[in-house]
C-alpha cells in the first residue's frame, strides 16, 4: 500500500511522526511517502520539529507558503494534485484541522483515493475559526476516521458518519509525549532563561480571535503584566503573535522585566517547559491535551474548544480572554486551588500502533 502522510503546519508533526515510525517498520507492506505542503516554512516552526521527532527531509516538498486562507489552500491542492496525478497513492493521511489537511484531504477523494483522518471528529461548533471548517470538511470526506476520544465518535455520528468509518485509536501527539519524553529533561531551556523547576507560568497565544483584535490583544498583555510581578511568564512566541504586537505599536510589552518572550521553540524545549511549568495559559488545541497527560493545570484563553475531555477529564479549564477573569483564575492557582485531573483512555503511547493495526485489517 502506497500512503502518503501530509503535514504541513507545526501541530501536524508530533501527530504524524509516530504514524511514519510504524509504518516504516513493515516496509513489505507500507511504503510512506512523507509530503510537507510548506505552510509552515521557518526553521523554527519546521525544521526544528523535523530533526527532534526523528523525520526524514520530506520525499515531497510543495513550498507553497503563507497567504490568505483560500489562496494557501488553493495553492497546496493545485500543487498537490500535479504530485498525486503523476504518481498516485493508495491512500492519503492528514492529521488535525490545519489548511493543509483539508487541501490535501479534498484533492485525493476528488481522484477517488482514499483518505484517513488522524484526529477526526473533533468539534468546538464554533464557525468562526478557520480550523472548525477545515475538521468538518475533513470528517465528511475521509474514509477512515481515527479518533481520540469518544465525545469525537459521537460528533460523527450525529453528523451522520457510517460507523465502520470510525476508529477510536487514541492520541497519536501523546505517543510523540512518551516516546520522547527522556529527552524533554535533557534541555538546558530553565537555564537558559534563568528560571526554576515549578517557579513560572508558560503562555502561548496565535489563534486571530485572541491576536487579531486590538482590545482582546491588549487586555490579554495587561494582565500578563499584572501576573509577572508575581511570577515570571514565560512567552515563546508565534509569528503571527509578533507581527501583530508590532501592529498594534504594543512593542513596549517585550521590555517588561518578568516576561520573557522568546522566539518559537523546539519540540523538546518547549515540553520542557510545559512539564516543568506551575501553569499554562494557551489558546492551542495540542497544549490542552499535552498539560492533561503531564498533570499540570491548563487555563485555555478561549470561549469554546474542540477537546472537552480535557475539562472533562483533565487539568484544562476554560477562561475565554476577559482579563479579570484570567488573572483570578491565575492568581487561585497560584495560591494553590489546583484542579487534578486523570489521563484519558487510549492517551498511552499506542496510538499511532492502533491505526496501523486497522490499515492491516
Ligand atoms: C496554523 C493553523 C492553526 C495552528 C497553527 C500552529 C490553519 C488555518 N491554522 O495557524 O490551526 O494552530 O498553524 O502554528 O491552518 N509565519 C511565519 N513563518 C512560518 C509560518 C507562518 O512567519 O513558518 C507567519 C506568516 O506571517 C503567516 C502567519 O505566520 O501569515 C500565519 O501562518 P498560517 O500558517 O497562515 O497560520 P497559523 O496562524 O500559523
Not at 525544521?47 to 483560500?70: A, C, K, Q
Not at 498516485?88 to 483522518?117: E, F, M, Y
Not at 476520544?149 to 450525529?158: G, M, T
Not at 477573569?325 to 497560584?334: D, F, G, R, S, V
Request: aromatic content about 8%; some cysteine.
Amino acid at each position: 500500500m502506497k500512503i502518503d502522510l501530509i503535514v504541513g503546519a507545526r501541530p501536524n508533526y508530533m501527530k504524524a511522526a509516530p504514524v511514519f515510525r510504524e509504518l516504516q517498520k513493515c516496509p513489505a507492506e507500507f511504503h510512506c511517502r512523507l509530503v510537507h505542503t510548506g505552510q509552515h516554512y521557518d526553521e523554527k516552526m519546521k525544521d526544528i520539529f523535523f530533526r527532534e521527532l526523528e523525520l526524514p527531509e520530506p520525499e515531497i516538498y510543495l513550498g507553497v507558503g503563507s497567504g490568505r486562507h483560500g489562496e494557501q489552500t488553493g495553492k497546496i491542492m493545485i500543487a498537490y494534485e500535479r504530485v498525486i496525478l503523476k504518481d498516485r497513492p493508495d491512500l492519503v493521511l492528514v492529521a488535525g484541522d490545519v489548511n493543509s489537511t483539508v487541501a490535501c484531504s479534498l484533492v485525493a477523494v476528488k481522484l477517488h483515493i482514499k483518505v484517513g483522518h488522524i484526529e477526526g471528529g473533533l468539534r468546538s461548533r464554533d464557525w468562526s475559526m478557520p480550523e472548525e471548517i477545515n475538521r468538518i470538511v475533513t470528517d465528511s470526506i475521509s474514509d477512515y476516521l481515527f479518533t481520540t476520544c469518544h465525545d469525537a465518535d459521537e460528533n460523527l455520528l450525529r453528523e451522520g458518519i457510517a460507523p465502520e468509518k470510525i476508529h477510536f485509536v487514541g492520541n497519536p501527539m501523546i505517543d510523540s509525549l512518551y516516546h520522547y519524553l527522556p529527552q524533554f529533561d535533557q534541555s538546558q531551556i530553565q537555564a537558559q532563561l534563568g528560571i526554576q523547576k515549578g517557579d513560572y507560568i508558560l503562555i502561548t497565544l496565535h489563534r486571530p480571535s485572541n491576536v487579531d483584535q486590538d482590545e482582546i490583544f491588549r487586555g490579554l498583555f495587561d494582565t500578563l503584566e499584572r501576573i509577572q510581578e508575581r511570577i515570571p511568564v514565560i512567552f515563546p512566541m508565534h509569528p503571527r503573535t509578533r507581527k501583530m504586537l508590532q501592529e498594534f505599536g504594543m512593542g513596549h510589552y517585550l521590555n517588561l522585566p518578568n516576561l520573557k518572550i522568546t522566539e518559537p521553540l523546539g519540540y523538546h524545549d518547549f515540553m520542557k517547559l510545559q512539564k516543568d511549568a506551575k501553569l499554562v495559559l494557551t489558546d492551542s488545541g495540542g497544549i490542552q491535551e499535552e498539560t492533561t497527560v503531564l498533570g499540570v493545570p491548563c487555563l485555555t484563553l478561549r470561549e469554546n474548544t474542540e477537546r472537552p475531555i480535557t475539562i472533562l477529564e483533565g487539568t484544562n479549564e476554560l477562561v475565554g480572554s476577559d482579563p479579570q477573569k484570567i488573572y483570578e483564575h491565575t492568581m487561585a492557582i497560584l495560591d494553590g486551588q489546583i484542579k487534578r485531573g486523570k489521563i484519558p483512555e487510549f492517551w498511552d503511547g499506542h496510538a499511532a500502533a492502533r491505526i496501523i493495526a486497522i490499515l492491516f485489517r
